[in-house]
């Protein structure tokens, strides 16, 4: 009988060689022997994800991570095989946790990663968390289609499945992705020139105008871009990004009593988005309204318990409350989500500057 080491050997030669089954067959028997052998469930790993046995791969890179719990790269490819099998929500959770990890230099999976993430927030209507992610491949110069259809999905706001959309909004959103990308590239003239082409065809359309209005907001034309978000609330009345658009633009000209009716409503319209309660406990301190504003804000960091920000304002909210005390909890909560947020800026930072060998196909 084969000793475990003359079985790895074997499997190693087959797997080098591009013999998928037989590479698969060693290495289930090899873990078989050594239920622990962390090597092996990885590679076990991999040869399903090449092969496109997702649910079994999956189950390899659970052990994986079983096994190594703080190895980032396992949990991102337990992540990316839970995607394909359509578990979405697992999935999200444990390709964050393979970047909180750290992806150990691996370039190409941080980008395919990132990639992934971005479809996934989109699908869950996170649109502005997808966009910024995505706006690193723009600032990379890495092109691709799957790239330009993510950008633009998250831009027009649209969470349906691309596949399931017909050609023609397929079109649309792989234009609005272009004009985004080149403004992500710093290609300012060529973006604007793409968006006003952009806006006047497809007009009265689901989220144009709002999308309109976010690209002027880019280039520093609030007034002009707040006219888009009031044409989009005219289309639908229920239009909660423009209403918070609306409602912080007018808060930051000074304009408290005119911003509040757009931010209730938005609360209203839509009460789990943390937006909508942060924006009304901004106004209500600027309206002197304080315990208000507390209100608002510690509703807001319920919803979002890992935004700095909210903190920062309800530090400030409880200082002007006169509660040193709550004050003070506030403020070490906004410096350590602060320094977190500033530590995974600059983990992905280094992993996405590496390297330019990644190809311009796009994510897998």
């Known amino acids: 009988m084969p000793t475990f080491e003359t079985l790895k050997a074997m499997a190693n030669a087959a797997r080098e060689a591009d013999e998928v089954p037989e590479a698969i067959r060693l290495y289930t028997e090899l873990v078989g022997i050594r239920p622990n052998w962390t090597e092996g469930w990885w590679y076990l790993g991999t040869l ?25 790269q396992g949990w991102a490819m337990l992540g990316l095989c839970k995607y394909q099998t359509k578990d979405y929500v697992t999935s999200l959770e444990h390709l964050g946790k393979g970047r909180e990890l750290g992806l150990a230099g691996n370039e190409e999976l941080a980008r395919v990663v990132r990639y992934h993430q971005a479809v996934l927030l989109t699908l869950g209507r ?28 998250a831009v027009l706001r649209i969470s349906d499945p691309l596949e399931k959309l017909n050609s023609l909004q397929q079109e649309m959103i792989r234009q609005f992705g272009k004009a985004a990308f080149l403004a992500g590239e710093r290609k300012a003239s060529e973006s604007r020139k793409l968006y006003d082409e952009l806006e006047e065809h497809y007009r009265n359309r689901p989220n144009v105008a709002y999308a309109y209005g976010v690209s002027l907001l880019a280039e520093k034309e609030p007034e002009r871009a707040m006219t888009y978000f009031k044409e989009e609330l005219k289309r639908n009345p229920n239009h909660v990004a423009s209403m918070l658009q609306i409602a912080l633009q007018t808060m930051s000209s000074g304009k408290f009593e005119e911003a ?48 700095p920000g909210v903190y920062f304002v309800l530090a400030s909210a409880y200082t002007r409350a006169k509660k ?19 530590e995974r800026r600059g983990e992905a930072t280094a992993e996405d500057t590496k390297s330019d060998a990644l190809e311009k196909s796009g994510p897998r």
């Open 324 to 342: 040193p005390a709550e004050a003070a909890r506030a403020r070490a909560e906004f410096a350590r989500l602060e320094a977190l947020d500033k």
């Open 260 to 307: 509040l009716p757009y931010a209730k409503k938005a609360s209203t319209v839509d009460p789990e988005n943390f937006a909508a309660y942060y924006a009304l406990g901004r106004i209500y301190l600027g309206l002197n309204d304080v315990p208000s504003a507390i209100t608002m804000l510690v509703r807001a960091s319920k919803v979002a318990p890992d935004v």
């Open 126 to 153: 996170q649109f502005e968390a997808a966009q910024a992610l995505l706006n690193g491949f723009a600032v990379e110069h890495r092109e691709s289609d799957s790239v330009l259809d993510a950008l633009g999905m």
């Open 48 to 72: 399903y994800y090449e092969k496109d046995q997702y649910t079994d791969g999956a189950r390899a890179f659970q052990r994986f991570v079983t096994l190594e719990p703080k190895n980032g």
